[in-house]
């Protein structure tokens, strides 16, 4: 039995789904093998543009 951790952004412009992985923002999610199992974090992604080192 694994486990699933969710890390999102706080005060975030938009509401995280941190109950699934179906997410609006598209969260990455990645395997991390313990010794209970499979754990599973859900990386989620700001929407506000913090992330964004891109500008136009
Ligand atoms: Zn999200």
């Known amino acids: ?3 699933t951790y ?5 005060s ?3 509401e995280h789904d941190t109950e699934s992985e179906d997410c609006v923002c598209g969260p990455t999610v990645e395997h991390v093998p313990s010794e209970n199992g ?3 974090i859900v990386l989620h992604h ?3 543009g913090r992330e964004m080192k891109e500008k136009r």
Not at 6 to 10: A, E, I, L, N, R
Request: aromatic share 12%; charged share 20%.
């Open 6 to 10: 969710h890390v999102y952004p706080t």
């Open 38 to 40: 499979d754990g599973w």
């Open 46 to 48: 700001s929407l506000d």
């Open 1 to 3: 039995m694994g486990s």
């Open 12 to 14: 975030d412009l938009v």
